[in-house]
């Protein structure tokens, strides 16, 4: 009796630890914070800071886009809300926009934030109603980053200048 | 074997190297899955093993044993596997000329000691010099060749070096907690092997000395 015990709590105890290993594998999660954020949205009892999401748009509004991602930072730690996401990829586009150039380390930030937030997002798809921005879905975001990325003739268009950030 | 080593134990064992085997930490936290080689190498592993009596799969699976426990069995047999896969993937150089010569120092080590038909006592040991030996050269020589050189003396002769090497020996750099994790994973993966269900003495004693005869 006690031999079976132990071979089923075995069992279970193996069966979840190799599920643990197999998410965190599919996952790739950076932080011990990312682990923890990511268990928790598996079960839906993920949270985001509401207050310090409140910050970062006020960071975000005034243009100040370093703080605006360390106020992100600490509303969604580990990476898990699409919302907050799309955000922290925004600011990346509007901080790396430049009338002549694109900084293409910031948007190559950005577009991995903006992957991050579709994979979160219900079926990918992630749509923003706030009117103070021109790109309200992912998709939208993600082909201007690309195209900031990409290099072709275009790029040598001088009428590019006049082209307005979104 | 006790049911808690069989059930808990092994497989516990056998995971946490098979979850740290990939471990990579450098900017950021990677975790690699096992390269198709090291599955090659992983099966021709547990062959050694099972040959050499270190591991006896009719003591895991078998039709005296209870439903449960032959499940237990199944998945010690695949988290070895797992684990196997993964310390060749933790031992082996990430790019370049070494991990080919790599590779083909451990299908030749080990096709030579299957060949050799070693007791369980030797294989386990020349299990422990092959894995040592990889440990050495790729977190103490490849490491400090890779490393960026501080005085500009060591610099040029860096750069010489990997001008003479066309860039082929060089490889990427870690976080120093990579050869640590690296260390306790091997030392983890090799006492998991000990703890394998060998197979009966008296039996492999007998098999050994039919195959003499007959050679």
Redesign the interface.
């Known amino acids: 009796m006690r ?2 015990m ?6 279970a ?2 069966l979840g ?2 599920t643990f ?1 197999a998410w ?2 599919v996952q ?4 011990a914070a990312e682990v923890t954020g990511g268990l928790s949205a598996t079960i839906g009892s993920y949270r985001v800071d509401t207050a310090a999401f409140e910050d970062g748009m006020a960071f975000f509004r005034r243009d100040q886009f370093a703080a605006a991602r360390i106020a992100f930072e600490r509303a969604d730690p580990a990476h898990q809300d699409p919302q907050v996401q799309f955000y922290v990829a925004y600011s990346y586009y509007r901080q790396g926009w430049g009338r002549f150039y694109q900084d293409d380390k910031l948007f190559a930030q950005g577009l991995e934030a903006v992957n991050r937030a579709m994979a979160r997002a219900p079926d990918g798809r992630i749509r923003v109603d706030d009117p103070a921005l021109q790109m309200r879905s992912g998709e939208e975001l993600k082909a201007e980053l690309e195209a900031g990325l990409r290099r072709d003739a275009s790029d040598f268009n001088p009428a590019r200048i006049l082209r307005p950030r979104k | 074997m006790t ?2 080593r ?3 134990a092994l ?2 064992v056998f ?1 946490t190297v ?2 740290f085997g ?1 471990l990579r930490i450098a900017d ?4 690699l ?1 096992p390269p198709l080689f090291a599955l090659v190498l992983s099966v021709l592993l547990i062959g050694l093993l099972v040959r050499c009596g270190a591991l006896a799969p009719n003591r895991l699976v078998h039709t005296s044993r ?1 439903m ?2 032959n ?2 069995g199944v ?1 010690v047999m695949l ?1 070895a596997f797992l684990a196997s896969a993964q310390a060749f993937n933790i031992a082996t150089p990430e790019s370049g000329a070494p991990r080919v010569v790599f590779n083909l120092v451990y299908l030749v080590l080990l096709a030579n000691t299957i060949a050799a038909s070693p007791d369980r006592p030797r294989a386990l040991r020349s299990l422990l010099v092959i894995f040592g030996s990889a440990f050495i050269v790729k977190f103490v020589v490849l490491a400090a060749l890779s490393h960026p050189a501080e005085g500009p003396l060591t610099r040029v002769l860096q750069v010489l070096f990997e001008g003479v090497t066309l860039g082929s020996v060089t490889q990427g750099i870690f976080h120093p907690a990579t050869g640590y994790v690296a260390f306790g994973t091997l030392i983890l993966y090799l006492f998991g092997l000990v703890l394998l269900p060998a197979a009966d003495e008296e039996r492999l004693n007998r098999t050994l000395v039919t195959r003499r005869t007959l050679t």
């Open positions: 031999d079976r132990v071979r089923g709590i075995g069992l105890l193996t630890y190799a290993i965190l594998y790739q999660p950076q932080s | 049911a808690t069989e059930a808990i497989p516990l995971l098979t979850l990939g950021g936290v990677t975790l899955p209870s449960l426990a499940v237990n998945i988290a």
